[in-house]
């Protein structure tokens, strides 16, 4: 977190507030800022999709906002695609929605999502990060479906970011809803995310949020938090991100230097080619040892001090300069040199 959203952070841990104004205020300034429609804080982007899935069973009724997770007479099937499925869509069922998934592996065609629709379907859970995957199916070609019966989509783009065009993009492709983590890219705090998007849902959202009596309300947005990520939000849309972008390659170009004469590796830039850690548009250092595997060499980067976090892509172990602060580079090309020799 930069300075500044420590500082807010910290104002705000010293004030009285309405927490329920503060909450709905903070989320129209930051429906402004990243021109959305309308905005809700939660306390992470897996919250998000609890909360945001708890919106589209109830569409804001009181009576079913109290009554979740019994379903007795709410729409609760929460559709999406086989190959889409994560972790973090566990939260689809914390209000009692029963995930239902559609296609096994590559044979996924539009019709057979089209056939997954019924009286009991409240959401279509769509995860930005696997739309390019060959099992996957294209967001706009999934919501004609979803628009004919009136059936919100969730995406789930929690780490798509940059480019900032991706929050539009996906609402314009057929998106109802678009939850991004606060904790990533926007360098807010960790416990905080974004639902952004259509204004009714979104204000049902609200009412299955903390402070409101709700399956949210155990997920809660503290002040300190909503100054944050408000806080965050404005440095993150006034940031140069040619500059940024600028930035990231030279990390890269500098591993890449560094490690290429060291004897037993093959080094490359790349761009991750699987859904992992997202976004795919920043420029990755491939690495291919020769003299252990990739997944041995990982290993042992969590055990130096500090612990280097890395990814693996095939028989490569990635390093993403996303996380890394310009002072950090030699710390990982020298942890690196240290195991392979
Ligand atoms: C990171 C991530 C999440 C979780 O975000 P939190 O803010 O930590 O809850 C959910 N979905 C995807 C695709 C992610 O990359």
Redesign the pocket.
């Known amino acids: 977190m930069a300075p500044e959203v420590l500082a807010a952070m910290n104002e705000a841990a010293a004030a009285f507030v309405d927490i329920r104004i503060l909450h709905s205020k903070a989320g129209e300034k930051i429906a402004q800022l990243l021109g959305s429609e309308a905005a809700c804080i939660t306390s992470?982007?897996?919250?998000?999709?609890a909360v945001a899935t708890a919106a589209c069973m109830t569409r804001g009724d009181a009576q079913k906002i109290i009554q979740l997770p019994d379903i007795t007479g709410i729409p609760h099937e929460a559709l999406m695609l086989k190959s889409h499925r994560?972790l973090?869509a566990q939260a689809l069922r914390v209000s009692g929605a029963r995930v239902r998934e559609i296609g096994a592996s590559s044979q996924i065609t539009i019709r057979q999502i089209e056939e997954a629709v019924s009286e009991n379907t409240a959401l279509f859970f769509f995860?930005?990060?696997f739309e390019q995957t060959i099992e996957s199916l294209p967001l706009s070609e999934i919501s004609k479906v979803m628009k004919k019966y009136n059936i919100p989509i969730v995406v789930?783009?929690?780490?798509e970011l940059p480019p900032i065009k991706n929050l539009k993009k996906y609402i314009e492709q057929g998106a109802d809803l678009v939850?991004i983590?606060?904790?990533?890219e926007i360098r807010g705090p960790?416990?905080?995310?974004l639902i952004l998007g259509r204004a009714d849902l979104i204000e049902a959202c609200i009412a299955n949020c903390s402070p409101n009596f709700s399956i949210g309300r155990s997920m809660k947005t503290d002040k300190e938090t909503i100054a944050g990520i408000v806080k965050a939000v404005e440095l993150f849309v006034s940031k140069d991100y040619v500059q940024e972008m600028k930035r990231w390659e030279a990390m890269v170009s500098k591993i890449v230097e560094t490690l290429s004469p060291i004897l037993g590796t093959h080094v490359r830039r790349g761009f991750p080619k699987e859904p992992s850690?997202?976004p795919a548009v920043i420029p990755r250092v491939f690495i291919k040892p020769t003299s252990s595997t990739a997944q041995e060499l990982q290993s042992r980067l969590m055990m130096v001090e500090p612990i280097i976090y890395t990814d693996l892509q095939a028989d490569e172990l990635v390093i993403n300069p996303q996380c890394l602060e310009d002072d950090e580079v030699s710390l990982v090309t020298e942890a690196i040199i240290g195991l392979l020799k």
Do not use: L
């Not at 992470?44 to 999709?49: E, L, M, P, Y």
């Not at 789930?156 to 780490?159: E, K, L, P, T, V």
């Not at 983590?181 to 990533?184: N, Q, V």
């Open positions: 992470g982007a897996t919250a998000g999709i994560t973090y995860v930005a990060a789930d783009a929690a780490a939850i983590s606060g904790g990533k960790q416990s905080s995310g850690v997202q």
